[in-house]
């Protein structure tokens, strides 16, 4: 399996309003708790795969990586029910977890270390900038689908031409999901505080992050 793989996937899940509103500590709450749900049983998965030596073939890295994923984020966007969009943050953290353990068994455990502490870093300064520089967020959503869309067509490209690499493409990634969490955290004090909008934006959020550590790991 490539140590590419995950890159480039994203979603957005904040058009949903809702009337079931929570107060923003409690909004904040669920977001923190999801989020740490998702990461953390996506890095033990990650060590139980490597523990069981789980190779994935084409038919895994389709199923775990494109098709029960897809379906939980189609899952979390359309239902407005808290606990279906739980399953479906569920349906994307949990097999990419299997997968990641893979990817990172190629690194020293050094390697990983930083690359998480790094992206753990600028997740957080990203998160920050986005809640107190509304006002710059606000206007680099176009741009941020766009450049997105061109960095899919890139990975697409490498698919069929292996040789072909640009290192500056990994850069450009790690700027585009560094500003990208960020972005999504300045949707997030956007939008009505329910329960069920606070589990979509991890949805967002955790996919962010994922593609940003793999970046990062791959420089290492």
């Known amino acids: 399996m490539g140590k590419n793989s995950f890159q480039t996937v994203s979603t957005g899940v904040f058009n949903r309003q809702g009337t079931d509103t929570?107060?923003?500590?409690?909004?904040?709450?669920?977001?923190?708790?999801?989020?740490?749900?998702?990461?953390?049983?996506?890095?033990?998965?990650?060590?139980?795969?490597?523990?069981?030596?789980?190779?994935?073939?084409?038919?895994?890295?389709?199923?775990?990586?494109?098709?029960?994923?897809?379906g939980g984020i189609f899952l979390s966007v359309k239902s407005s029910n808290p606990l279906l969009s739980f399953i479906g943050y569920n349906m994307i953290a949990i097999p990419f977890g299997f997968l990641l353990g893979p990817v990172v068994n190629h690194y020293s455990p050094d390697a990983v270390r930083n690359a998480f502490g790094i992206t753990a870093g600028?997740?957080?300064?990203?998160?920050?900038?986005?809640?107190?520089?509304?006002?710059?967020?606000?206007?680099?959503?176009g741009f941020l689908f766009a450049a997105l869309l061109g960095l899919v067509i890139v990975r697409v490209i490498q698919i069929f031409i292996p040789g072909l690499n640009f290192t500056w493409i990994d850069y450009l990634a790690a700027g585009i999901f560094s500003l990208y969490i960020g972005y999504d955290m300045y949707r997030a004090n956007q939008i009505p505080k329910t329960i069920d909008n606070?589990?979509?934006?991890?949805?967002?959020l955790y996919l962010d992050i994922i593609n940003l550590f793999l970046i990062v790991l791959k420089k290492k």
Do not use: R
């Open 122 to 141: 600028i997740s957080v300064a990203m998160g920050i900038l986005g809640t107190v520089y509304p006002n710059f967020f606000s206007k680099i959503g």
């Open 22 to 70: 929570v107060s923003a500590n409690t909004f904040y709450f669920v977001m923190a708790i999801t989020l740490a749900w998702g990461l953390g049983i996506t890095a033990y998965l990650a060590h139980y795969a490597i523990q069981i030596g789980f190779k994935p073939g084409w038919l895994e890295v389709i199923v775990f990586g494109l098709a029960i994923p897809i």
């Open 198 to 204: 606070a589990i979509d934006i991890c949805v967002d």
